[in-house]
């Protein structure tokens, strides 16, 4: 029997974390101290003006583990990673899970692209972002895409240069052509610096230099060169109008405000890119009354940073955060340079943030309401799957798994994630069936698993395979669930696994779990959650499978036309889109397409329209 009273006189006056657990021996909440003595008998103090949540938290607490650390450096690193590791109930959980994206422009090839990507990496590339505005990005990768002919294929260059033929991108006037020699390493680099300028929020010279092509080009009686440099500069000039400046200095820096209502608090971040607002999000933190907003700073900052793609050199705080200093340590050391936390009073930087304590309050009132009711139902519906199989721990990450194929041809299974009750795509993984031909489900799904475990096995606490479910969720009933048992066990864990099942109309019916099957109410939170995450389980397996059957269709209808290889395929396929539009398609539209010889244009229009 852990004695709380005995226990407490043994902490040690040393910097290090601290881990409370409850009942069941869950950890509800990590915490750090400079001191653990004194710190972790704070909790215990009646004399204490505790908040709220504190004393739930206290209620709830039988017994605490302790780590001494060298420094309480190394303690608050600890913290976050423990905070990540279990998701402790009474630590701040931040419950929006977007990977923003990030435009790459991979400058240390000799014939950079242009990229969309979800994550920065130390590669040696420039990233652009992150955008919050998707549609946002999109537009600006399209002007770029019509404006500079940069390459978008893989090839290895200068390696490859004049080993194929040009794509279809350098004919329609998309590309530039360096893989076959039509542009220079020098001439290139040159629309690469001006592409990263554009992105950068520099399109002043930008504007100077087309404007100054369009009127040569007018000068010349080149038209419709003009009209394509005149819409072109449109776009630009559109672009530049959309984006706020926040100051002068071109600086990188996120902005931190905060709006409080009676029970909860709202952080507004803004996203500031070379003195450009580019974005913003918010984040619901629930039941914070009595808690003191310098410690919610604190808690909210090591959490957001933890898990950010990106940390600017410069954070403007609406209230200084407690343990400034240790944070701006922490930051800088994931950074990799320094990193300061301002809290300015007066000036533009004031402003920024006046004005993003602004739409904090209007977000919260906007929003509170409806994000208080998703919150509740969500957590209501993990705690009745819970409950209904009597599941022990934090019921946090979901996997679910199908498999999908046509008679055994192009089977394929799917493995999405719910965190927190939402689907976390950025985690959801594709596996086309290597090992097993014809049609077996079980097998299948065995070799699914199987590459899933290993990967949780072999690879280190950052890579997003390597996270332990809470519960794996398998569509199929005793069978598929014996399958998931049996491979979870033979790498020596223990995983949680219950069966979808359904009914004779193929709707969900309730859960199998340890053989015995469970049902939920239809109208309950729980129902409607397992019903969601089936669906998007099936509509994922069946989307690839659909997708990869596709394929091998239009391969294998093209492979019958002579003169088709599969570069001419790519061009076809690049041109119609599908076999079906091919098939409409004229002798003359045919013949039209860079690259397909007259002769062979003739064969294909004739293989879809013998009689």
């Known amino acids: 029997m852990f004695d709380i009273k005995e226990e407490l006189k043994k902490l040690p006056a040393l910097p290090g974390v601290y881990l409370m657990k409850n009942e069941l021996d869950q950890i509800i909440y990590v915490g750090k101290a400079v001191s653990l003595k004194n710190r972790v008998k704070q909790y215990f103090q009646k004399s204490k003006n505790h908040s709220i949540k504190t004393i739930r938290l206290v209620e709830q607490i039988r017994s605490f583990e302790y780590i001494v650390t060298a420094s309480e450096l190394e303690a608050l690193v600890l913290e976050c990673n423990l905070i990540k590791r279990y998701n402790p109930k009474y630590n701040i959980r931040l419950k929006d899970d ?89 001439e290139y680099k040159v629309m690469v610096d001006e592409v990263t300028s554009f992105l950068s929020g520099k399109y002043q010279d930008i504007i100077k230099r087309i404007e100054r092509q369009m009127e040569d080009a007018a000068i010349n009686l080149e ?96 209230k200084v955060p407690q343990d400034l200093e240790l944070l ?40 509170g309401d409806e994000l208080r009711r998703q919150e509740a139902r969500t957590k209501g519906a993990l705690e009745e799957i819970q409950e209904a199989i009597g599941l022990s721990g934090n019921l946090n990450r979901i996997e679910a798994y199908d498999i999908s194929n046509t008679q055994g041809i192009e089977s394929v299974g799917g493995m999405v994630v719910f965190e927190s009750g939402k689907p976390k795509r950025s985690d959801y993984r594709k596996f086309k069936i290597k ?42 009933g005793k069978g598929q669930v014996g399958v998931a048992e049996k491979v979870i066990a033979s790498y020596g864990l223990t995983i949680p696994v219950c069966g979808m099942v359904k009914d004779d109309r193929h709707r969900t019916r309730g859960l199998l779990y340890q053989n015995e099957e469970i049902l939920l109410k239809t109208t309950s939170e729980g129902f409607k959650l397992i019903t969601r995450i089936q669906d998007e389980v099936h509509r994922f397996a069946i989307e690839y499978h659909k997708k990869l059957r596709s394929k091998a269709q239009v391969q294998s209808v093209l492979d019958n036309i002579k003169g088709v290889g599969k570069e001419r395929k790519k061009l076809l396929m690049n041109t119609f889109k599908s076999v079906e539009l091919l098939r409409q398609a004229s002798l003359e539209e045919i013949e039209a397409i860079p690259g397909i010889p007259k002769d062979v244009a003739l064969n294909i229009y004739t293989f879809f329209h013998k009689q």
């Open 328 to 367: 701006e340590e922490y930051l800088t050391m994931q950074r990799g340079s320094k990193v300061t936390i301002v809290h300015p009073q007066k000036g533009t930087k004031h402003n920024l943030l006046e004005l993003a304590s602004k739409n904090a309050y209007i977000t919260l009132s906007q929003f």
């Open 435 to 476: 090992s097993i031909q014809g049609p077996n489900d079980y097998g299948s799904m065995e070799e699914v698993l199987d590459r899933r475990i290993a990967r949780l096995v072999q690879k280190g606490e950052e890579d997003s395979f390597a996270k332990m479910p809470d519960l794996i969720l398998m569509d199929g």
């Open 98 to 186: 977007k990977h923003y994206p990030y435009i790459r422009v991979d400058i240390q090839n000799a014939f950079p692209r242009v990229t969309v990507v979800r994550s920065m990496k130390k590669d040696g590339a420039k990233y652009f972002g992150p955008y919050t505005d998707v549609n946002a990005m999109w537009e600006l990768v399209e002007i770029i895409k019509k404006t500079w002919q940069l390459r978008t294929c893989t090839r290895v260059l200068p390696r490859d240069i004049n080993k194929e033929r040009a794509c279809l991108n350098y004919h329609i006037g998309q590309c530039s052509g360096p893989c076959i020699a039509k542009s220079s390493e020098v």
């Open 223 to 318: 038209f419709e060169k003009a009209a394509t440099l005149r819409d072109q500069l449109a776009a630009i000039k559109k672009i530049e109008q959309k984006q706020t400046a926040s100051n002068s200095s071109m600086e990188d820096q996120d902005v931190i405000a905060f709006a409080r209502s009676e029970k909860d608090t709202l952080m507004q971040i803004y996203f500031v890119r070379q003195g450009k607002l580019i974005g913003r999000e918010h984040f619901l933190i629930n039941e914070t009354e009595g808690e003191e907003i310098e410690t919610l700073f604190r808690e909210f900052i090591i959490q957001f940073y933890s898990e950010a793609n990106f940390i600017p050199k410069q954070i403007l705080v609406e």
